[in-house]
């Protein structure tokens, strides 16, 4: 446990790691007003009305946050790779699986924060940096509990009841769901551990670089 804690610096706001594309997206749609977002090829989300998001536009990846106080933490990222910006909105779940795909965590569930919209053509993000200026990318920070658990177990440390997912299942407000792996490969804490499948209370979808 202890070797768990050494180094902890962890990056939160920010996550990259297995892509996978979204099956459908949110309703709804956002109007942007005010000084058009140039993204990091120069593109603009100009003041006009932004469609939701579709299936191909969509891209998550998960990137390791790092544990800081008994918790863990890891970032699910939000992409729009199309060339066409898209909005996020509503509320999303998210729900740990096993290698088989059978869930062993809680189920949590969060709203989009904010406008929504994503920029296009958003390239993955690196490690320890925000998105470039203009690139408008989502994030949702999952937080767990790893370190204390039942007072009975283990002198009431919860390594013995440990959960780690094998990946993470996030399903849209219209009930489409992707699965994204519990594993960040260039992150320092590559993989989110939680005492007895327990999340933490969820925050909101919000900006990376809000």
Same mark, same amino acid.
């Given at each position: 446990?202890?070797?768990?804690?050494?180094?902890?610096?962890?990056?939160?706001? !920010?996550?990259?790691?297995?892509?996978?594309?979204?099956?459908?997206?949110?309703?709804?749609?956002?109007?942007?007003?005010?000084?058009? /977002?140039?993204?990091? *090829?120069?593109?603009?989300?100009? /003041?006009? $009305?932004?469609?939701?998001?579709?299936?191909? =536009? #969509?891209? #998550?990846?998960?990137?390791?946050?790092?544990?800081?106080?008994?918790?863990?933490?890891?970032?699910?990222?939000?992409? &729009?790779?199309?060339?066409?910006?898209?909005? #996020?909105?509503?509320?999303?779940?998210?729900?740990?699986? &096993?290698?088989?795909?059978? +869930?062993?965590?809680?189920?949590?569930? /969060?709203?989009?924060?904010?406008?929504?919209?994503?920029?296009?053509? *958003? /390239?993955?993000?690196? @490690?320890? *940096?925000? +998105?470039? $200026?203009?690139?408008?990318?989502?994030?949702?920070?999952?937080?767990?509990?790893?370190?204390?658990?039942?007072?009975?177990?283990?002198?009431?440390?919860? =390594? +013995? &009841?440990?959960?780690?997912?094998?990946?993470?299942?996030?399903?849209?407000?219209?009930? $489409?769901?992707? $699965?994204?792996?519990?594993? @960040? +490969?260039?992150?320092?804490?590559?993989?989110?551990?939680?005492?007895? !499948?327990? #999340? &933490?209370?969820?925050?909101?979808?919000?900006?990376?670089?809000?």
């Amino acid at each position: 446990m202890a070797a768990r804690e050494l180094g902890a610096a962890g990056w939160i706001m !920010g996550t990259a790691a297995a892509v996978a594309v979204v099956a459908g997206c949110s309703t709804g749609t956002t109007t942007v007003t005010g000084t058009p /977002a140039p993204s990091a *090829a120069g593109r603009a989300v100009t /003041a006009r $009305a932004v469609p939701p998001c579709t299936s191909g =536009q #969509l891209a #998550l990846t998960y990137r390791g946050g790092g544990p800081s106080a008994g918790n863990d933490a890891g970032t699910i990222v939000f992409r &729009d790779t199309s060339a066409a910006a898209c909005t #996020l909105a509503g509320t999303f779940s998210v729900t740990g699986l &096993d290698a088989k795909g059978v +869930p062993d965590t809680a189920t949590i569930k /969060a709203p989009v924060s904010g406008r929504g919209v994503l920029s296009p053509h *958003a /390239a993955p993000v690196p @490690d320890g *940096a925000n +998105p470039p $200026a203009g690139e408008l990318v989502y994030g949702w920070i999952l937080m767990a509990e790893y370190r204390d658990g039942p007072a009975n177990v283990d002198n009431g440390i919860c =390594q +013995p &009841d440990w959960v780690i997912p094998a990946q993470w299942r996030v399903t849209l407000p219209d009930g $489409a769901s992707i $699965a994204v792996a519990n594993h @960040d +490969p260039d992150g320092l804490w590559r993989s989110l551990v939680t005492c007895k !499948g327990e #999340l &933490d209370a969820p925050s909101s979808l919000t900006y990376l670089n809000s």
